[in-house]
């Protein structure tokens, strides 16, 4: 059994910073990929960052500049750094990996639960 466990949402005003985190736990031999999506109400889940294992990164356009991926591999942990938030940032945020379990050994994609994040204006 995985878990990916998120922290670190809530509310901000327009320009302010927040930090997402998602621990990975249970029977893992690997963690490939990483990363976070956001997904509005009634809208499909768009990427909007991703890490590999060996820390390379990649961001949605939309976001470029203003938030970084991160992760820790010792810790199974994948952060999202936001600043200067707009109020279109304003979304439930998501936590993807790309996870290989112990036994079975087997690969699979996990999702976090889901943080909201809110910006005013």
């Known amino acids: 059994q995985v878990q990916l466990v998120e922290s670190g949402g809530g509310l901000v005003q327009a320009g302010g910073s927040l930090r997402l985190s998602c621990a990975a736990s249970?029977?893992?031999?690997?963690?490939?990929?990483m990363g976070w999506y956001r997904q509005a109400p009634g809208k499909q889940r768009e990427l909007v960052a991703t890490?590999?294992?060996?820390?390379?990164?990649s961001y949605a356009d939309s976001v470029k500049g203003r938030f970084t991926i991160s992760r820790d591999n010792a810790k199974s942990t994948v952060y999202l750094e936001m600043n200067d938030l707009q109020p279109e940032d304003t979304d439930v945020y998501y936590c993807?990996?790309?996870?290989?379990?112990?036994?079975?050994?087997?690969?699979?994609?996990?999702w976090g639960q889901g943080t909201k994040v809110t910006v005013s204006s």
């Open positions: 993807n990996a790309d996870i290989t379990t112990n036994w079975p050994r087997r690969r699979m994609d996990y």
């Open positions: 890490v590999t294992s060996d820390s390379r990164t």
């Open positions: 249970g029977s893992i031999f690997g963690i490939n990929d």
